[in-house]
Every structure is written in structure tokens, then in C-alpha cells.
């Protein structure tokens, strides 16, 4: 990540740079070593304009033997979030104590009522932070990050939405905000209503709306994953067999609609402008949730805030609660092992205090383009303390996205098994995780081959292509339409190559004997598809397909009300042609695949070097 404020500070001396003492004091330490701030708090996480601010936060002396005396003890708001003027003091400091000593050992709490006002100048969805600045007897003086407050109004998004419209009696998920494991309970939720969902609302025509995180943004998000379930569900208490609980790759729609499962996940996708926002997310999470850790980074499709996955390392008490409620039988971990090539570049954060690896309250920065010129630029630019945050040496984490590590997924699985009646599983993909992915298409053809006579489709219809994210399992699978899953940038030669001269059409054809490789060609292709869609239609017709060939004409798969994106196509095929009451019957009286079958499935994915693990504990 970055370099700590204060080694910079030595280190620009040391290089003979100017520096104004009254702009580095300003900009704060991010890790004194005189004094140690805990419990810090503010009364509420979100204030609006006009509200007062009140903070309550613990001093202690880590000393051994020394006495602490402490002249004034003062508290500091600095934008966390402003790109021009960054750490810049917003307001007049506020005095709290005077004359203050603490014994080694001890710990003194301090409560600021009312010791910052929101004024109508502080704009929308900045992060405020908190610092406790201490002028020592011998005139020394400290300036520590303590946690951080966010300023919003009714627009702000806090926690991913999932809206729910009525399309002619059908459902319609709407996600905003969020990234993969936010999609992956959208569709897990649209697969209970039996319903259709896009993919997300994108803003200004990029990629998802940011999610302004608050110091509790992982006690939102469960919290409002949880009652979205419960309402989809009609209540806390209705039976679910099986719940998935991993990251959000791409398959998870796919686990989660053949299963007839509910998708937990184990991560969720906040937006940063700092590495302090992000530690202070986890002293809370830490101290209220559960332990858990973090990586930070950015993403393409987003060019204003850095993004962080704030990470579960265990199983908190609302999942279990939530588990046990719905009388599930048995929870499956989901995602990529921890050795898997991916985005996995890194540099760890030092803190305060050291951690271990993965261990709770760590911070990883990752680095997409393994700390090239640009890659540095991307971080700089969207994380306003990077230079001031000091970091360990380049390692490789698991995937920031897709994967788990080991620690996650033995500590959960134990969780599970000794704090709740269901019985942990996990399917990881090892080697290389295009197998978790693939394993998409093998669930689809199992569930289309134990519901045929249901679904009144004995064989294959048609492959649809989803590039990351989208896909309508529920859907595709009524039709007959057998899922390929593929990242958008991978060339669209080798995604075709997959098709034809890789694991499809020799899956297709183990469930399937009556579709060739030539009898495939002559079927449907779907293209809900983007990037390099014109290119895929080549690939097809190259490779010999005369089937017809039809693509997405949107350039996301976003409910847009003009009827083009695939979503709407969906929903419109449901109410006019198969009929919404019709369908949902249908939906109603299909059966889930069991474990059993998900354990030979996965057997059949890949192959000894490298492929799916399917574990029971």
C-alpha cells in the first residue's frame, strides 16, 4: 500500500526536502507509537448537515513503567475524501482534557459530547476523520488517526440495494451498488421470487454506483442481506435447506438456482478514498462482528473511489442466527483456494499493531498491475493517504476477489460445525479457478437432466455466453440453455475454443449423447455480451456454427424500461409466451440437485492437476 505519514516525514529530512511543520502536523500520524487510541466511537456512524458530533475513545499507556503526562488532549476533523486539498482540518479543533496523567498500564476514557457540528459546507458522502492530537509535558506533541465519520444525505448509498418492481405480476430484482457478491444475492433472491434481475444500475455509463462505507459498513451489509432474504422468503423462519456462503464468482447464481440455495457472502465491496476509512471498518467489524481482515485496490469500471472487500474470517452471529432459523441443513463454502494465479499482487499494511497473516484487522493493498507506473498512478489518485501508509514488501494473497484462504475456510467450516445444526462442505477450484467458472454449465445440464420431464426439455437447446457478471440461471435453464461463463477481456478466440475445442461440447455431450459437436453447431447461440461481442459472432461463424446467433444489444445487461437489454427480453418472454403463472408453477415443482450430485459434478470438472476440491468436514 502506502508509507506511513510519519517514516515519510523522516525520510523527506533526511532528503533535504522542505516541508512546512504546520502542513505535516496537519496531515496526521497514522501510527504513533507514544500512546495507543481504543474503543474510538462516534455516537452515530452518518450525520446529516446540521447534526452534532459526539465521540468517546480510550487513551491508553503502553508503557511498562513510565508515567504518561499529557498537557492538552485535542480532537482534530481532517477530509478524508477531498482529492485537492487532502487531510485538510475542517472546522476549529475542540479541546476535551487538560492536565491529563495515566499511570503505565492504565487507560483513561475520554467523552466529547457535542464536539463538532456538520455544516451545510461539508459536501455529500465526504469521510470525515477523527484524530486525537496530544501536546506531551515536554512539548512533544501526537497526532493519531482515531476512526472516521461519513457526512450523507437521503441520496447516499451506505449498503447495496435491491429494489423489487412488478413487471405484468412478475418480479424484477434491481441491484445498485455492490459488485460480484452483492449480483450473487441478487440472483439468489430472484431465483426464490422466480423472477427476472439485471445485473446492477451503472453510473454515468461505468461500472457499479460506489458504496460510501460508514465505520459499521459490515454490520449494514449483513444486516441487510439477511432481511432481504427474510422478505424474498416471507419470513425468518421458512425452511432453506442449503446455503452457500463464499465469494461472488460467477457460478454462484448457478450453485445457488440448481440447489434451490440462499448465497451468503463472505465478503462485501466497500468505496474509499483511504487506507484509515478501511481500518477503522475493521476496528469496528473486529469489535462488533466478528474478526476479519480487508484488501484494497480499485477497479477499472470505477474511476472515483479505491474499493475494498472487507472480509469475514469467521462465521458471524446473524448467519448463524440465520442458519439456525431457517432450519438449513447444510452450508457449502464457495470460492477459489488461496494458490490459485488471479489478482494476487500485494502489499501488506503495517498497523498499529502486527498482525498475522490474513489475520483480523489486516490490510492488503493489491496491486492489478503488480506495482507498474500506472498501476502506482491508479492507487495514488484514488487513495489520498497511499504515501503516508507504510507497507510490508510485495506478496501474493488469494484472489481479492474470488478467493479464500486457508484460514477462511477451516475457521468458518468449524463454525459452522460446532455453532450450528447444518453441515459444512466447500468446492474450491485449485489451479486454476476458470474451473469454478466451468462448473456453471455441468450444475445446469445436471438440474435441466433431473427436471426434464418438469421443464419439458430433453435436451440442449441452445448455449447462451455470459461474459462477468451476467446471467438469469433460472431462466436460461427453463429454456434449455446451456451457460458458458467467461471473462470479457480474455480474447474471444479462446472463448470460443472453449466451446468447441475445450470442456463444453464434450460436457454437453456426457449429459447430452444426442448433441455432437456438429449438431451443436447447429443450435442457438446467445451472446449477453459487450466487449468484443462482434468478435465472438466471428469466433462462432469461424468455428463453423449456422445456428442462429443473437446478442445483447445494451451495453449492460440494465433494466432500462426501453425493453433492449436481455433482463427485459427475459421478462417479456415469461409474460407473453410461457406465461408468468405458468412458469412460476413450473419453477415451483422442480427439484434441487443434492449433494451427492454436486460431489460427483464436481469429479467431473477438470482434472487431477488441477479442478474443483470437494471437501466435507
Known sequence: MKKNPYILFL????????????????????????????????????????????FSFVIENPTGSALLEISKVRLVVKNLTDKENPLHTIGESAMVEENVTIEAGNALTI???????????????????????CTFEDGSRS?????????????????????????????????????????????????????ISHSWYTKNNNGPYPVWASAD??????????????????????????????????????????????????????????VAEVAAILDHANREICDSYATLGYDGSMPEPAVAWIKL???????????????????????????????????????????????????????????????L????????????????????????????????????????????????????????????????????????KKNEAILGKRTVEAVTLNEYLTSNPQFELSLGRVPLLYWQFIPPQYTVDRIFNGYLANAITRYYPDVTTPTLKQKTFYLNSNYGRNELRSALLGHG????????????????????????????????????????????????????ELETICSQVGNPSQGLHFTRY
Open 377 to 448: 498512478q491508479q492507487l495514488k489518485s484514488r487513495i489520498n493517504d497511499f504515501e503516508l501508509t507504510e507497507m510490508e514488501s510485495e506478496t501474493h494473497i488469494p484472489d481479492w476477489e474470488s478467493g479464500l484462504s486457508d484460514h477462511q475456510i477451516a475457521q468458518i467450516a468449524a463454525s459452522v460445525k460446532q455453532k450450528t445444526g447444518a453441515v459444512p462442505f466447500s468446492v474450491t477450484a485449485f489451479g486454476d479457478m476458470i474451473h469454478i467458472y466451468d462448473v456453471a454449465s455441468y450444475l445446469s445440464m445436471a438440474y435441466m
Open 11 to 54: 525520510l523527506m529530512i533526511s532528503l533535504n526536502f522542505s516541508c512546512n511543520k504546520e502542513e505535516t502536523a496537519d496531515m496526521g500520524d497514522f501510527k504513533t507509537k507514544a500512546l495507543a487510541i481504543a474503543e474510538a466511537k462516534t455516537d452515530k456512524t452518518m450525520y446529516r448537515s446540521g447534526e452534532s458530533v459526539s
Open 217 to 274: 459498513f459490515l454490520q449494514l451489509s449483513l444486516q441487510k442481506t439477511v432481511d432481504l432474504y427474510n422478505t424474498t422468503l416471507g419470513g425468518d423462519k421458512v425452511k432453506i435447506k442449503t446455503v452457500i456462503l463464499g465469494t461472488g464468482v460467477p457460478s454462484v447464481p448457478y450453485i445457488a438456482t440448481t440447489m434451490q440455495a440462499a448465497y451468503l457472502p463472505i465478503h462485501f465491496l466497500a468505496s474509499v478514498n483511504s
Open 111 to 133: 467523552d466529547a459530547n457535542s464536539f463538532f457540528n456538520i455544516s451545510n459546507t461539508i459536501a455529500t458522502e465526504t469521510a470525515c476523520g477523527v484524530f486525537v492530537e
Open 545 to 596: 456454427v449456422t445456428g442462429e446467433i443473437t446478442a445483447r444489444q445494451t451495453p449492460y445487461d440494465e433494466w432500462t424500461g426501453n425493453g433492449s437489454s436481455f433482463s427485459e427480453v427475459y421478462a417479456w418472454v415469461i409474460t407473453n409466451l410461457i406465461g408468468r403463472e405458468a412458469y412460476q408453477q413450473m419453477q415451483s415443482r422442480t427439484l434441487p440437485l443434492t449433494v451427492t
Open 143 to 195: 497526532d493519531d488517526f482515531a476512526t472516521f465519520f461519513r457526512v450523507v444525505d437521503d441520496n447516499t448509498l451506505s449498503t447495496y440495494e435491491i429494489d423489487v418492481d412488478d413487471y405484468y405480476g412478475l418480479p424484477i430484482y434491481k441491484l445498485t451498488g455492490g459488485m460480484s457478491a452483492e449480483f450473487g444475492v441478487e440472483k439468489a433472491l430472484t431465483s426464490f421470487a422466480k423472477g
Open 313 to 375: 474470517l469467521d462465521l458471524p452471529e446473524i448467519y448463524r442466527k440465520f442458519i439456525d432459523d431457517h432450519q438449513v441443513e447444510e452450508v457449502i463454502i464457495w470460492g477459489v483456494e488461496d494458490n490459485v494465479l488471479g489478482e494476487t499482487w500485494a502489499r501488506k499494511v503495517i498497523g498499529k499493531e502486527p498482525t498475522p497473516e490474513y489475520g483480523a484487522g489486516s490490510i492488503y493493498v493489491q496491486y492489478t498491475g503488480h506495482g507498474s507506473e500506472s498501476d
